[in-house]
């Protein structure tokens, strides 16, 4: 069989690689997390969320809830972003209400000197067995997507131990010492090329690099301490694999004034953020890649109707979608505290509003 | 004397008027603050921030601290942006290390309905009265600005209550009851003019409207949520007073997408934050208004020589200012934490630069 890795479902796949499709796919950032109760209940019985992203039964587990909610054109491997900077041995760790941390923040010239890409079929042994236990349990239905965050974005969160206000650690390293940042960069980005492609190598049919905090930085800043970096692993990603190719989609949040030189990046799509117009972002890029995107996640809160209008709105700002090039999402991922029921109007909408367009 | 109002340094002026300057002239967002050791001593004197603010003479000492330190082009009301829902009666209070917050939320329909704009010569008479105080010291040294917050803005903390990482009690607002906000909206429009023709009257000699959380919406709903509001706002300003202009700036933070839908508010200037090229940014707009900004603040973390060279950076990213059209500033407020000499080193190497350039 010549497609044997070919979904079922493939429109998501063929939206990226601007093939024709029928409908405009979907899926949700965060699709797989705390707004559904099944989640919380298999991260009861993990112990813990990091429990929970160690375990590849309960995470290919929390992986499939939402397929089984909701009619969603791509799973995501559930993980977290800073699962890298931990196999790193920076030890991260999770503080009841003020997110993720590391033990050991990366400070010193000396740890930063001494800072290694690790082997992520060993070190991260966990997560290729989840996207191979995943694969097996999507048995071809939908597409599943890997990820990783962007070496800023993990850096970030190395130098400043978790989360910031103003990213002033990071910030004062890279404007007093730009050569540090740039070591960190470095070996993140080799780090995350190997990390990616064991993934595609494990099944991943898509990835994604989540580049959470580029939009902080300046422009002339993000081009020099972001994107030069997700360009050079998108450079060395297995772009095709069993016979399929791979598409890569970049996600910089709030990054929307940057799209012409994150489509020169030699990725496949732009994750747009919702203050993005993706009629305007269209003709900004044209058709070199496509569209992820961008409703505005507290959309979610509204009533069903008013929900499906965004939706289409949001639909009608790209245009036709006939030729590929949009897949629609949140513009970030999922709120904790959106009514489930709320995601299928959503979901609904955007299938029967681009059918029918 | 035709120009008696004109103060002896207009440099400030000028460029927002796109006139021809000798250099580029730059104050700072948040100039009088915690960074200085001043500013913290009148502040304990004070006994709160809150009675700072409502302290015409005090509010006067710590608008002119930063002026005594460094060769800045202008000065800046000390004041808070949520003066105005506070004479609406929300009952403003400041809870340590939780930032500003309302005793009573606007929430209820009825409270809704019952909101009307305040008399500013009444209700923040303090306001008018610390202007007019700061005028009489500066005695035509530079120009004083005054400002206001955005309706939407205003908005956001009026209906959260305070600060809020996900804005969803007023998204869910805005996306279900756009009634309801449309109608705070509306008041606080005509709340913000009366209260900008105030400190006009009372001897602003520009005027700045800060839209703080104009950039967590999208593209769309900044429209018809924001922008239309400054633009009403801005078509009911006294544009001169006493023989000379008053400029007026919006800032968008996080608006770098929007510039030319901004530039068509009437304003004279758009304050940009750091993730804009200002050069990029002239093209889009060209000479129909100015362009205050941009530095990063995290660059005043850096050694001097390296603020000189960020400093540089933007101004060549602007280009040729002899004919006016940029004002130098940071592309959001001052980090309490800035060592003050720092400051120094960022005056000095605009001033120098531009003069040269």
């Given at each position: 069989m010549s497609h044997s890795n070919r979904p079922d479902n493939d429109t998501f796949l063929r939206a990226l690689l601007r093939q024709p499709v029928e409908y405009t796919p979907v899926w949700l950032m965060r699709q797989a997390g705390r707004y559904l109760p099944e989640y919380m209940e298999t991260r009861r019985r993990a112990g813990s969320f990091l429990e929970l992203c160690k375990n590849p039964q309960l995470a290919c587990e929390v992986t499939l809830q939402p397929l089984a909610r909701f009619n969603l054109d791509a799973a995501i491997l559930f993980s977290d972003i800073l699962t890298v900077p931990d196999a790193m041995g920076l030890g991260l760790y999770f503080s009841e209400g003020e997110g993720p941390k590391f033990e050991r923040p990366l400070r010193e010239e000396w740890a930063i000197r001494d800072l290694t890409a690790p082997d992520p079929n060993v070190h991260l042994r966990y997560v290729m067995d989840a996207v191979a236990e995943i694969r097996r349990a999507l048995a071809n239905s939908v597409p599943l997507i890997g990820f990783s965050g962007s070496p800023w974005t993990l850096a970030c969160y190395m130098v400043e131990g978790g989360a910031s206000s103003d990213y002033r650690t990071?910030?004062?390293?890279?404007?007093?010492?730009?050569?540090?940042?740039?070591?960190?960069?470095?070996?993140?980005a080799t780090a995350v090329t190997d990390y990616l492609n064991a993934q595609i190598e494990s099944g991943a049919q898509a990835v994604m690099i989540?580049?959470?905090?580029?939009?902080?930085?300046?422009?002339?800043?993000?081009?020099?301490?972001?994107?030069?970096?997700?360009?050079?692993?998108?450079?060395?990603?297995?772009?095709s694999h069993d016979g399929e190719q791979v598409p890569c989609i970049v996600f910089t949040k709030g990054g929307g004034q940057w799209l012409?030189?994150?489509?020169?990046?030699?990725?496949?799509?732009?994750?747009?953020?919702?203050?993005?117009?993706?009629?305007?972002?269209?003709?900004?890029?044209?058709?070199?890649?496509?569209?992820?995107g961008n409703v505005d996640p507290m959309t979610l809160f509204a009533s069903p109707d008013k929900i499906a209008a965004e939706a289409r709105r949001v639909l009608d700002s790209f245009g036709d979608n006939s030729m590929g090039g949009h897949v629609f999402n949140l513009g970030h991922g999922i709120s904790q505290f959106t009514p489930p029921e709320n995601v299928s109007a959503l979901v609904d909408a955007v299938h029967s509003h681009s059918r029918r367009a």
């Open positions: 990071v910030k004062t390293m890279l404007y007093s010492r730009p050569d540090l940042l740039h070591h960190i960069l470095s070996v993140t989540f580049d959470s905090w580029g939009g902080v930085l300046s422009h002339a800043a993000y081009r020099e301490f972001s994107l030069n970096y997700m360009q050079s692993i998108i450079a060395g990603l297995k772009r012409e030189a994150i489509a020169e990046s030699g990725c496949d799509a732009i994750g747009c953020d919702w203050t993005t117009d993706l009629g305007l972002a269209r003709q900004r890029v044209g058709h070199r890649v496509a569209l992820q």
